[in-house]
T-cell receptor, first 113, second 111 residues
Framework: DTAVSQTPKYLVTQMGNDKSIKCEQN?????MYWYKQDSKKFLKIMFS???????INETVPNRFSPKSPDKAHLNLHINSLELGDSAVYFC????????????FGPGTRLTVL | DAKTTQPPSMDCAEGRAANLPCNHS???????VYWYRQIHSQGPQYIIH???NNETNEMASLIITEDRKSSTLILPHATLRDTAVYYC????????????FGAGTQVVVTP
């Protein structure tokens, strides 16, 4: 069974469009995250939710809006897409906010044309 | 969180031990050392973590120096599937899970 899943795997869209990426975890974890990996391969945390509550927002533009309908899901909605948003987005989850390992999803490669 | 310094790349022969160094000279007492790896095009994978004692699990061993300013990840018998970018991360206790990834070390295991 897949632990952390993301859809879609690939997303190609035009500048100015609005798109969403979905993430689901079946591990029963309380905390979920979104990371962005740019073309230079640097991974940066964007958001973290604990029990549906936002706990980390790393000064991400407000065009990015995470939504957590329940503990198992953390979706990422992006408005007015820009070229610089092209990247691979990874969702992750962990048992809690403590020291436990984070489990990452397979990633969503977003290409903005 | 403290910064880490890792060599950008290293090669390892299949079947041999791979020793990956990490310098974290500004680490503070409440920071753990974590290691993750990212195999090409996949999400990062947790390997091991520790505070000050050496740790071992089914994947690797983590050796932390007594002054905690550096550590070494040891893959005891490297296989081709261990080819990946390895990230050494230090993380404050209770920092809401925030992992700050650096550039990592690209490890290539050769036959």
């Amino acid at each position: 069974d897949t632990a952390v899943s993301q859809t879609p795997k690939y997303l190609v869209t035009q500048m100015g469009n609005d798109k969403s990426i979905k993430c689901e975890q079946n591990l029963g974890h309380d905390t979920m995250y979104w990371y962005k990996q740019d073309s230079k391969k640097f991974l940066k945390i964007m958001f973290s939710y604990n029990n549906k509550e936002l706990i980390i927002n790393e000064t991400v533009p407000n065009r990015f809006s995470p939504k957590s309908p329940d503990k198992a899901h953390l979706n990422l909605h992006i408005n007015s897409l820009e070229l610089g948003d092209s990247a691979v987005y990874f969702c992750a989850s962990s048992q809690d906010r403590g020291f436990n390992e984070q489990f990452f999803g397979p990633g969503t490669r977003l290409t903005v044309l | 969180d403290a910064k880490t310094t890792q060599p950008p790349s290293m090669d390892c022969a299949e079947g041999r031990a791979a020793n990956l160094p990490c310098n974290h000279s500004t680490i503070s007492g409440n920071e753990y050392v974590y290691w993750y790896r990212q195999i090409h095009s996949q999400g990062p994978q947790y390997i091991i973590h520790g505070l000050k004692n050496n740790e071992t699990n089914e994947m690797a061993s983590l050796i932390i120096t007594e002054d905690r300013k550096s550590s070494t990840l040891i893959l005891p018998h490297a296989t081709l599937r261990d080819t990946a970018v390895y990230y050494c991360i230090v993380r404050v206790v209770g920092s809401w899970g925030k992992l700050q990834f650096g550039a990592g070390t690209q490890v290539v295991v050769t036959p």
